[in-house]
């Protein structure tokens, strides 16, 4: 596997930005999943990105990874146009997602999943990648007690777990998680919310896309609100909590009466 350095571009001078999505539009074949998104991730940040169904979430994280062409738009990161350049290479550079229904290896043991993992890395044969296999068993300590076990026959919370530690395996500069609550019980949810805040905490750099907007909301620092392929909301977290429109929309809660 080549990997591509990415190089300073002049559209980005801030520093502070790792992730810039510039009037990103995405297709495929007539129809129009994302129409023009923009959206920023500072170093450091938590930020969710919360919408309905088909609202373009996916499409969005998808196209910022490399799964999917963009058909306009760009893609910076760490200040560097990446719009075009393939998914294992921006892995290569630090951008690396969990994706939506996890996509674990389940015929492979919980142990090989984390060794591919680590792929970008040459696997485990660097002391780092050691240290980081150690720090994700710390984390979480159901997959230590099952390295031998087929990932396939695990639950749906322990697929998850293992989604999450494979994509910490690749040692992420920003780890971008598409629904993490997907099929999950509330407890595990709970769980795994903190597990993320945590990782935040210790200075990772996370874009949750999430449809249970007040689990998102209630560890984000910022967030959006993406509908019809559109930001059409955005602000600090807390602020959007609050929002009567979205209180309603996705939160469940009716705005005041005027």
Not at 36 to 43: A, G, Q
């Amino acid at each position: 596997m080549t990997t591509q350095e990415i190089s300073p571009d002049s559209d980005s001078n801030d520093a502070d930005v790792l992730l810039d999505i510039q009037s990103m539009e995405l297709r495929y074949g007539a129809a129009v999943a994302v129409r023009d998104i923009s959206l920023k991730v500072k170093r450091g940040q938590l930020v969710a990105v919360i919408g309905n169904n088909g609202a373009g979430k996916s499409s969005m994280v998808k196209g910022a990874t490399g799964l999917v062409a963009p058909s306009g738009g760009k893609v910076l990161f760490r200040g560097a146009d990446t719009t075009r350049m393939s998914a294992n290479a921006k892995v290569g550079q630090g951008l690396v997602m969990v994706p939506e229904g996890r996509l674990i290896f389940p015929d492979q043991s919980v142990e090989d999943n984390l060794i591919l993992g680590a792929y970008v890395h040459g696997g485990l044969k660097s002391a780092k990648a050691k240290a980081t296999r150690e720090k994700v068993l710390e984390l979480f300590p159901r997959l230590k007690e099952r390295l031998g076990q087929q990932a396939g026959s695990m639950s749906g919370g322990e697929q998850q777990m293992l989604a999450i530690a494979r994509g910490l395996m690749a040692e992420p500069e920003l780890l971008i998680i598409d629904e993490l609550s997907l099929g999950l019980a509330p407890k595990i949810v709970d769980q795994l919310m903190g597990v993320l805040s945590a990782l935040n905490n210790d200075g990772l750099t996370i874009l949750l896309v999430e449809q249970l907007a007040s689990y998102a909301l209630a560890i984000a620092d910022h967030a959006y609100v993406i509908a019809n392929g559109r930001v059409a909301r955005e602000g600090p977290s807390q602020v959007l909590a609050r929002d009567p429109e979205v209180m309603e929309a996705f939160l469940g809660r009716k705005k005041p009466a005027a």
